[in-house]
């Protein structure tokens, strides 16, 4: 199967899915229906659009750290949108009033047009509310299918093995891959990711949040071309590819 995609730079070829970031590791998948994956925003230093704002269908949270649940009760309980994550993350947001889709890695939730694959992610979970810590549960990552695309979002993680697998089994067309370094993978072992993960196009996230992840992401650019031939697509934040598969 070959993918088209666009960036701002290019035109646009009536996108099939269209894949925004948000900033840090906040990204819309829109296809037919509307999926946000980590949705941080009010107090992420490095977002513009803020909760208040967004629509969606469904929020996907993959671990409990406050840059990643950032503002899913709020946001869930305005518009009434499920949520997917782990189990013991989805028994803390439906005590919090929030609709969960729990679920575990390796499982999978299909609903309206969207599959949605739970992967392992190398990194820890847990949910500080107002200094009181919540079983989070593991830390993931995850597969989305939809509209003939196959995007691999990998939460925050460290440089782990199994990404061969993960290459393997779902052949993501698109990987999104932190490089932020001290609290996931770094330029250089995610670039050693993409090399393993085997995608057609790599977004960089996770970097220049805050000034301990700062990263160069033409770092990354430059050793993801030592070890694959996938395009790297830096986005800015709120910006976005539009991503079509010929046979679908
Ligand atoms: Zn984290």
């Not at 946000?36 to 269908?57: H, K, Y």
Request: aromatic content about 8%; glycine content about 10%.
């Amino acid at each position: 199967m070959k993918i088209y995609y666009s960036d701002e730079s290019h035109i646009l070829i009536m996108g099939k899915v269209r894949l925004t970031w948000l900033g840090h590791s906040c990204f819309e998948v829109r296809s037919r229906s509307r999926l946000l994956i980590d949705p941080f925003l009010d107090n992420n230093p490095a977002a513009t659009v803020r909760s208040g704002e967004v629509e969606t269908d469904f929020i996907a949270v993959t671990h409990g750290h406050f840059d990643h649940l950032g503002d899913t009760v709020s946001i869930a309980r305005r518009i009434g949108c499920r949520v997917f994550c782990i189990h013991e993350l989805s028994q803390y947001l439906r005590s919090r009033g929030v609709l969960t889709e729990g679920m575990n890695i390796g499982g999978t939730i299909k609903l309206q047009d969207l599959a949605v694959t739970m992967t392992p992610a190398c990194h820890s979970s847990s949910i500080d509310e107002a200094g009181h810590l919540f079983d989070g549960g593991k830390a993931a990552g995850f597969i989305i299918r939809t509209g003939g695309v196959c995007i691999y979002h990998a939460g925050d993680t460290g440089l782990f093995r199994d990404m061969q697998l993960i290459g393997d089994l779902y052949k993501p067309d698109v990987a999104i891959i932190p490089i932020g370094g001290r609290y996931t993978m770094d330029a250089n072992d995610a670039a050693l990711a993409v090399g393993m993960l085997r995608p057609k196009i790599t977004i960089p996230m996770h970097y220049n949040t805050y000034e301990h992840i700062s990263q160069d992401p033409h770092i990354f650019s430059s050793e993801v071309k030592k070890v694959s031939d996938a395009n790297v697509v830096i986005l800015d934040v709120n910006g976005h590819i539009c991503i079509k598969a010929k046979d679908c």
